[in-house]
């Protein structure tokens, strides 16, 4: 990641003996008319110089080497370092400040499923899972269905006395057929759900109509 730092270990070995004399020896300093840039989370180093016309092998590798130089010195002043007797040494490289391109292309759009686009044609709003199907109940301090087993919709049912609206009982009763107030909300919810299920079926038919048209 971009925002965490980076450990990188560098081991030098031990120098026991060197026949490189002096003179072979390339400068630790590298001067240039326009300073280098870093990104040492990259680990890398920006030459802004002109290269020269036409330039030979031996050119190209005298600049980089500077290049190289330039970064090792950068590191190393720059770079917490943490020295290991049998690891070596370990320098911890900063946040990296260049963004670097994707290794793998970006993900196709997913395509809508056919009961998205259903959905989104009819205005219908998918709900987080669990979302809605409880709520809370003060008087017994606790959270529970609005449907189903001891749900909010069966209040009243288990009650012993119940309150009874007389416009709506003398309508139950005026079926003749015996039932009672208690009877009716379920009959109700019974109905109800007989004409969701149509619906549906409905629904279904006329979908596979449409499909089998296009």
């Known amino acids: 990641m971009a925002d965490k730092a980076t450990k990188a270990a560098i081991v030098l070995p031990p120098v026991d ?24 989370g990259n680990l890398l180093c920006d030459d802004s110089n002109p290269l020269p016309p036409r330039p030979s092998e031996t050119q190209l590798s005298s600049i980089a080497r500077d290049c190289a130089q330039a970064l090792i010195n950068q590191l190393l002043t720059t770079c917490p370092i943490i020295s290991h007797a049998t690891d070596g040494v370990f320098l911890t490289l900063p946040p990296t400040t260049t963004p670097l391109p994707r290794e793998k ?16 044609k009819k205005g219908i709003k998918d709900k987080k899972k669990g979302e809605g199907k409880l709520v809370y109940d003060e008087e017994k301090g606790e959270w529970i269905p609005k449907w189903g087993y001891k ?38 919810r019974v109905e109800k759900v007989k ?18 048209a296009n």
Request: glycine share 12%; aromatic share 6%.
């Open 105 to 120: 292309p970006l993900p196709a759009d997913k395509q809508e499923t056919k009961w998205e686009r259903f959905a989104k």
């Open 151 to 188: 749900g909010r919709n069966k209040d009243g049912e288990g009650e012993w006395i119940v309150e009874v609206n007389e416009k709506r009982e003398r309508d139950v009763q005026g079926k003749g057929d015996g039932s009672g107030i208690r009877g009716e909300g379920r009959r109700e």
């Open 195 to 212: 004409r969701n299920e149509r619906k549906q079926r409905a629904n279904d038919r006329r979908g596979r109509r449409s499909e089998a």
């Open 17 to 40: 003996g060197d026949s490189t004399s002096d003179l072979d020896r390339l400068p630790v300093t590298v001067t240039k008319p326009i300073p280098y840039t870093f990104d040492l």
